[in-house]
């Protein structure tokens, strides 16, 4: 289930999961610090299939220039280059929040960052941000650049992995999904069968104000 979220506003409820598939990376890393300040809980699955302007060589070419920063005499102090595309996001995040004093740390706490939608979050209602998403920011004659892609050129690998998994996730939610529509058509089949001995009975309840 995906749910469309027309305004930003998300502010002080129950955990959201927003789905990443399609959301241009820096776009909806924007709007998710703004929400983690103001005190939500969120968590972003599919981090792999975010995408980032631009082509696969420009952007393996800036994050190769990237992996060059280091500590000159000790590299091991960092920073720290992450390759998976989940600590790419949470620290994409991170750049956008004070994270070095305590509000800004207690934001980042809320972020939790997935490859892939593993439970109990393949269960619940996902959202998209549509100010976030690549065909509504981006020229379609641009180019841009899967993240989940970009990390495998770069050292993740898990690639292989979290595709068996999540076909094992799409098959089984398909097969729960055709089990429901048949449960809701004998629903229906039921009930047509019902409604001549259920019109007294339906008929008092409506009386009584149900």
């Given at each position: 289930?995906?749910?469309?979220?027309?305004?930003?506003?998300?502010?002080?409820?129950?955990?959201?999961?927003?789905?990443?598939?399609?959301?241009?990376?820096?776009?909806?890393?924007?709007?998710?610090?703004?929400?983690?300040?103001?005190?939500?809980?969120?968590?972003?699955?599919?981090?792999?299939?975010?995408?980032?302007?631009?082509?696969l060589t420009r952007n393996k070419v800036k994050y190769a220039q990237f992996r060059?920063?280091?500590?000159?005499?000790?590299?091991?102090?960092?920073?720290?280059?992450?390759?998976?595309?989940?600590?790419?996001?949470?620290?994409?995040?991170?750049?956008?929040?004070?994270?070095?004093?305590?509000?800004?740390?207690?934001?980042?706490?809320?972020?939790?960052?997935?490859?892939?939608?593993?439970?109990?979050?393949?269960?619940?209602?996902?959202?998209?941000?549509?100010?976030?998403?690549?065909?509504?920011?981006?020229?379609?004659?641009?180019?841009?650049?899967?993240?989940?892609?970009?990390?495998?050129?770069?050292?993740?690998?898990?690639?292989?992995?979290?595709?068996?998994?999540?076909?094992?996730?799409?098959?089984?939610?398909?097969?729960?999904?055709?089990?429901?529509?048949?449960?809701?058509?004998?629903?229906?089949?039921?009930?047509?069968?019902?409604?001549?001995?259920?019109?007294?009975?339906?008929?008092?309840?409506?009386?009584?104000?149900?």
């Amino acid at each position: 289930a995906t749910l469309v979220v027309s305004i930003f506003t998300m502010v002080l409820e129950s955990t959201k999961v927003i789905d990443g598939r399609g959301h241009l990376l820096g776009r909806l890393c924007s709007i998710v610090a703004k929400e983690l300040l103001a005190g939500q809980q969120i968590v972003i699955v599919r981090c792999d299939e975010m995408e980032v302007s631009g082509s696969l060589t420009r952007n393996k070419v800036k994050y190769a220039q990237f992996r060059k920063k280091h500590m000159n005499t000790n590299p091991r102090k960092g920073p720290y280059h992450f390759r998976s595309p989940s600590m790419m996001v949470w620290r994409t995040v991170r750049g956008m929040l004070p994270h070095m004093s305590p509000r800004g740390a207690a934001a980042l706490k809320r972020l939790s960052t997935f490859e892939g939608i593993p439970a109990p979050f393949d269960k619940q209602e996902r959202m998209v941000v549509p100010a976030a998403l690549k065909i509504m920011r981006l020229k379609k004659e641009r180019e841009s650049t899967v993240l989940g892609e970009l990390a495998h050129h770069v050292g993740w690998k898990h690639r292989d992995l979290l595709q068996r998994l999540e076909a094992k996730r799409k098959a089984d939610s398909k097969e729960w999904y055709e089990k429901k529509k048949a449960n809701m058509q004998k629903r229906k089949k039921a009930e047509a069968d019902a409604a001549g001995e259920l019109e007294k009975v339906n008929k008092v309840l409506a009386d009584a104000g149900y």
